[in-house]
């Protein structure tokens, strides 16, 4: 298991709040728009802060053991492993997971010593990616995969009674989505989302560095 606390530099009776900055440093020290390097460390940032940033999450992660099915089950068995073998067929939490959070833009922008010491307005201008509103963010019309039924997953079991393994991969066919693009939106062109331009005015207070 991942030291989360070790990872973004903080106490385990750390504050929210030092969880916080203590990510919003290293993210920003480590983030690939900044340092082409940092990717893998930014994704580790970015894991760490998710967990120890939600109550459930944090509890689980510091009492592995109150929960009985974690990132390994019975025999470090994987929970939708562990009902296969009871009988049932897929998790029945399934599509109820969460959608995955957008990761933070950094804008560096450039500071003059008079504008630090003065204190200024500046104005940012910068792209982002939205939903598409015509098709509420779903590429277009849409069918279910045959391949995977609709799971984005490919199911194999190998073996026999108690060692029976199951072995999940990404289907091949819709790209672990679940579903096939037929007809795609005319106005995102199957991407469910578009480029949208937008401006902000942030006020420098006395003081300001670079960034």
Do not use: W
């Amino acid at each position: 298991m991942k030291d989360y606390y070790g990872i973004l530099g903080v106490d385990k009776n750390a504050s929210p709040d030092e969880i916080k900055k203590a990510y919003r440093k290293l993210s920003k020290q480590f983030h690939p728009d900044v340092n082409p390097d940092g990717e893998e460390k930014f994704k580790e940032i970015a894991e760490a802060y998710d967990t120890l940033s939600s109550p459930d999450k944090k509890q689980k992660y510091d009492n592995p053991m109150s929960s009985m099915f974690g990132t390994g089950g019975p025999g470090g068995m994987g929970f939708e492993d562990f009902l296969s073998q009871m009988g049932f067929n897929g998790n029945p939490f399934e599509g109820q997971q969460r959608k995955p959070k957008a990761p933070e833009k950094i804008i560096s922008i450039d500071v003059t010593p008079i504008e630090s010491y003065l204190g200024s307005e500046k104005e940012i201008n910068y792209r982002r990616e939205i939903g598409c509103q015509p098709c509420n963010g779903t590429g277009g019309d849409r069918t279910t995969c045959t391949n995977c039924r609709g799971t984005g997953q490919i199911v194999q079991q190998v073996g026999n009674g108690l060692f029976t393994q199951v072995i999940r991969n990404v289907c091949p066919i819709c790209q672990g989505k679940g579903t096939m693009l037929i007809k795609a939106c005319f106005q995102c062109g199957g991407r469910s989302t578009v480029g949208e331009f937008k401006n902000l005015k942030i006020n420098l207070n006395h003081g300001t560095d670079v960034g």
